[in-house]
């Protein structure tokens, strides 16, 4: 087995430095009051709409919406009222101020630009020209959204061909953190995650030790919890022992990937516990180890 050294650091600095310039998406919301807010679109499903607003997280049902719009380029973290004028012929104008004078209002509305006289207004303007704070009763209260994880795993792997048939399964621990900070959008999560496996034959064993730094993703279906699925890519770097005997064994540090499905709908107070099945390979030079199996997961977040 050939030595080949990863150099983790650079791949780490890449990542985060990626993970900074992803850009924000833009959400505008319009409520029935007329409260208008640029925010930032953090997810939606089929029910609720998740913004972030001055820094804030917002959980808002989408019935309660007048209309949102996921594509407008405001400025974020603004706000306005959008100006609601009963006039005293019975009709009503929706729009926001463009100009008044001491005794007119242009008002910007759907039509275009219209002036109106004070006079005609039966509704006091001085409702319509502040900027509204978000309602707090959609502040998202769920400590789980801000929380960090740490757990560990349990994992059975056999190997592939030609070096399955050579020794049993891999088996082993692993422990990891998730941390808040790298929480995005409530579906990605970056972990790292430190990991030993081994395979004890008759004649041949080996011995894996890796660190990984992994992208979380997770789906809700038909907003049940219970129905909460993931998935995981991981990359890293893997030292390996290959032990021939007492007398002769191989060590290398190779680069190595794993991919990971399954399911994390079972959730009891503060933990969490995931049943995954794992592909993982370890990449040497001249060839590729590769297997699949069981991994078991258990955390808390605090």
Known sequence: MKRFTLPLLPIFTILFLGILTIPLS???LRFPNGDVFHTEFVYEDERLLVVRFKGSEYKVPKKDLEYYDLVNKGQLNNSYKIAILSLKNGSVIKGTIA???KDEVIIKSELGFLTINKNEIKNSLSEVDESPEFPTVYL???KLDNQTRVGGSLTYLPLFPPLGTQTPPLYGLSVFTEPAFLRFKNTYQMGFKFEYLQSTGPTKEITT????IYLHQSKIFQSNPLLDFYGIV???ATSIVFRFDQNSSKVGSN???YVELGWQGLKYGPSFYRIGWKNLCFFE?????????LELTGGVNF
Do not use: F, L
């Open 255 to 257: 680069p190595s990937a």
């Open 285 to 293: 030079i001249e060839k590729v180890h590769c297997g699949s199996g």
């Open 99 to 101: 100009d008044r004078t």
């Open 234 to 236: 991981g990359i890293g």
């Open 140 to 142: 998202a209260n769920d």
């Open 26 to 28: 833009p959400a505008e």
């Open 209 to 212: 030790q890796s660190g990984y």
